[in-house]
């Protein structure tokens, strides 16, 4: 079965410092998406950023970025200057070739003024 | 508008009674999800449907059904509702042609006393 492991729960950082949020899965297919959602304190699911598992390069949407290490499986996000409106719950995400998502536990992240 | 309605959003019950939670979309998607979310464990799927007649059970269908009125309605009820069901609930679409982006609903919070 799928999983998908977040082993920071919670992290706090200065704004506009750099963050980098771990996450691991493990999976036995070769094709998939990984995904970054998060939920502010307004609880939306927001996509942040999305990776597909055939493309060697990493995923950049403004001031996110991933690295992707497939050998390793391995999708960190990296989130650069940070900003207090970045303070939210940020989930890592795996879908499979059946659709369907698998969200790790989350990662609480403050962003301190 | 939003593309992704979900209706109440908020709802407090008690134990036993029987609850319907409503989803709604306006993006035309063909795929339809229903998760719930606990502290400390993620989003979780407890039913998800491919189109108006396809229905199918996620991680967590036990205690829930659902009914796809129509392609833009998704319907999840608990028929007999406990206090462990309390939590907050997402709908979710995704189309046949994009199945990797899922669009989340505002959730809703439901409390089971």
């Known amino acids: 079965a799928q999983t998908v492991t977040q082993s920071q729960p919670e992290m706090s950082v200065q704004e506009a410092e750099t963050v980098t949020l771990s996450c691991t899965y493990d999976?036995?297919?070769?094709?998939?998406?990984l995904f970054w959602y998060k939920q502010p304190p307004s609880r939306q699911m927001i996509l942040v950023i999305r990776?597909?598992?055939?493309?060697?390069q990493n995923a950049t949407e403004n001031r996110f970025s991933v690295n992707f290490q497939k050998a390793a499986k391995s999708f960190s996000l990296k989130i650069s200057d940070s900003q207090l409106g970045d303070t939210a719950m940020y989930f890592c995400?795996?879908?499979?070739?059946?659709?369907?998502?698998?969200f790790g536990k989350g990662t609480r992240l403050h962003i301190l003024p | 508008d939003a593309d992704v309605t979900q209706t109440p959003r908020n709802r407090i019950t008690k134990t036993g009674k029987r609850i319907m939670l409503e989803c709604s979309q306006t993006?035309?998607?063909?795929?339809m999800y229903w998760y719930r979310q606990d502290p400390g464990l993620g989003l979780r799927l407890i039913y998800y449907?491919?189109?108006?007649?396809?229905?199918n059970k996620g991680e967590i269908s036990d205690g829930y059904s659902v009914s796809r009125q129509a392609q833009a309605k998704f319907s999840l009820s608990l028929e007999s509702a406990i206090p462990n069901q309390t939590a907050l609930y997402f709908c979710?679409?995704?189309?046949?042609?994009?199945?990797?982006?899922?669009?989340f609903g505002p959730g809703t919070r439901l409390t089971v006393l």
């Open positions: 979710a679409t995704s189309d046949w042609d994009s199945t990797d982006t899922q669009y």
């Open positions: 999976t036995s297919e070769n094709n998939y998406y």
């Open positions: 990776q597909e598992a055939y493309k060697q």
């Open positions: 995400a795996f879908m499979n070739r059946d659709d369907k998502i698998i």
């Open positions: 993006k035309g998607h063909d795929r």
């Open positions: 449907s491919f189109d108006v007649k396809d229905i």
